[in-house]
């Protein structure tokens, strides 16, 4: 059975176990407990304090481990990546005071920076040849400041609010973040035949991510012009119709295109178009 260490709660848990789901493993999350055995597939999951996550898949506690890059590059460790997941997007920014004037990185030199990411932004400092002091704290850094336990702090940021809300700006951003998925560097073949199929199954859901599966009825005349506008995966899928003048068009397209493509295929005579959302695609 391949172990898998994921966040116990938090957006990131949010997210893990909604892909855990799409890919067909299924756990009774009522039960809040260490660790759950799956149903259907050889996995059990083990929850985690997402800092815990890369040191315990490094040392074998588990197998593999799905966790903020963040907290990967921060903790180093052994464990290699396997998978960007393209979820849990989020950045590592400098910020400061919002009276304060920022003209540079030189502004931190000297200064007091409160982080619960010191390693990461103790080698960025040094490779901006910046001397500053760390104030490392594992919770609520933005309300540093504030309360005069340092001059700036060093954080995630996602949209910005709780940096408004503390009366922050952002100045600097070191590194953007996203969700991983990690490895033990000695997983035997059993497991990693496991791990396989997960990585099959998780690319179908992500190929599938931002597209739309479109049919529609298409003047023979204009079937030409109708495939540029349509290049599908490879090529679309024609099908005679019983009117002989028209045919019947099957395509994948991008949902960042979709009302772009929708509109040429109007104007070039398409018809009866429906439009399908795509839960899973295998290339």
Request: some cysteine; glycine content about 8%.
């Amino acid at each position: 059975m391949l172990r898998i260490a994921v966040q116990s709660k938090g957006r990131l848990y949010d997210e893990t176990m909604l892909l855990l789901e799409e890919a067909g493993i299924k756990l009774n999350r009522g039960k809040r407990i260490l660790l759950l055995s799956a149903k259907g597939f050889p996995v059990e999951v083990l929850f985690l304090r997402d800092d815990d996550i890369p040191q315990s898949v490094a040392n074998g506690v588990a197998d593999i481990g799905i966790v903020g890059e963040n907290e990967y590059v921060e903790k180093g460790g052994e464990a290699k990546l396997i998978k960007r997941l393209g979820f849990s997007k989020c950045r590592l920014s400098l910020a400061i005071p919002k009276e304060e004037e920022y003209k540079g990185i030189e502004w931190f030199e000297g200064k007091t920076i409160a982080t619960s990411y010191p390693e990461i932004l103790k080698a960025y400092l040094a490779e901006k040849k910046v001397k500053a002091e760390f104030h490392v704290i594992s919770g609520s850094v933005e309300i540093a400041p504030g309360i005069g336990l340092a001059d700036a702090i060093f954080d995630i940021v996602s949209s910005g609010s709780t940096l408004v809300s503390n009366q922050l700006k952002e100045v600097e951003v070191i590194m953007q973040s996203e969700a991983l998925l990690i490895a033990n560097n000695e997983l035997s073949e059993e497991k990693q035949a496991i791990l396989d199929e997960l990585l099959f199954r998780f690319e179908a859901i992500q190929v599938a991510e931002g597209k739309k599966y479109v049919l529609l009825n298409a003047p023979k005349e204009k079937l030409n012009e109708i495939i540029e506008v349509l290049p599908g995966m490879k090529s679309p899928t024609v099908t005679p119709l019983a009117n002989g003048d028209w045919v019947s068009v099957q395509s994948v397209i991008a949902e960042k295109h979709f009302w772009e493509i929708i509109g040429k295929l109007k104007s070039l005579g398409a018809e009866g178009i429906l439009v399908i959302p795509i839960e899973k695609m295998i290339l």
